[in-house]
């Protein structure tokens, strides 16, 4: 018995068909995947073995997390299919990546939005730090930290060190949830009221902490 492919569902199942006729946005993700894999097996039809594969992986967000060898691990995916699936994906983050603002003109509030599209899908935490000198031109940034589910732990004292360092007066910290919340904790207000307080005797200040989640950036109030 051979695969069950996309001509062997009935005519008006069929999502190619379906495209062409109401459009892509018409299309369920299933339907969208079943066109990617072409085919599905001898046991299950190529919308079942899509359908299962969004819910495996609980839909489009978790598949864009998933590493290769997930997607190889599960049954009914070859190399073949796994591959154009991942490639589907990184289509889809370097096309998110491109509608981005880029350049001088979009500032550090552009570059911190390239951020929250990086992260958008990391399943650990990771705290960013963006040094900026008192015009709010971007002097230096970096991943100061990178955690877990849990957290990230934040290095006080090289924060404050790297900032004396490049003479900045003001700088932004951002970190993600991973879990796609954004609202910040009481935690993430603990650390910003903190921060402001001591940045007055570096001569600094704290342009404004953000939670990066599903690509949104939302500012942290202190406590």
């Known amino acids: 018995m051979t695969p069950l492919g996309l001509a062997d569902l009935p005519p008006g199942e069929r999502p190619r068909e379906r495209l062409w006729e109401k459009g892509a946005g018409a299309l369920s993700l299933a ?11 001898r046991e299950r039809d190529v919308l079942a073995l899509a359908g299962d594969l969004v819910e495996a992986f609980g839909g489009l967000s978790g598949l864009a997390r998933a590493a290769g060898t997930e997607l190889l691990a ?35 509030q552009g570059r911190l939005e390239e951020i929250a599209a990086q992260v958008a899908h990391e399943e650990r935490e990771f705290v960013y730090v963006l040094f900026l000198n008192r015009r709010g031109v971007l002097l230096e940034e970096g991943c100061l930290s990178f955690g877990g589910l849990e957290g990230a732990y934040l290095d006080m004292p090289y924060l404050f060190r790297r900032g004396v360092r490049l003479d900045a007066t003001r700088f932004v910290l951002a970190h993600n ?18 921060v402001s307080r001591r940045l007055p005797l570096l001569g600094m200040e704290l342009e404004g902490h953000f939670v990066l989640a599903r690509g949104r950036c939302v500012r942290v109030s202190p406590l």
Do not use: C, M, N
């Open 74 to 108: 599960f049954r009914g995916l070859g190399k073949a299919k796994a591959a154009h699936v991942a490639a589907a994906l990184e289509l889809a983050r370097r096309y998110q990546k491109e509608l981005l603002p880029r350049g001088e003109r979009a500032g550090w």
């Open 31 to 41: 339907e969208l995947l079943a066109i990617l894999l072409g085919t599905g097996t």
């Open 177 to 194: 949830h991973p879990d796609g919340d954004p609202s910040p904790s009481q935690e993430d207000r603990a650390l910003t009221e903190h």
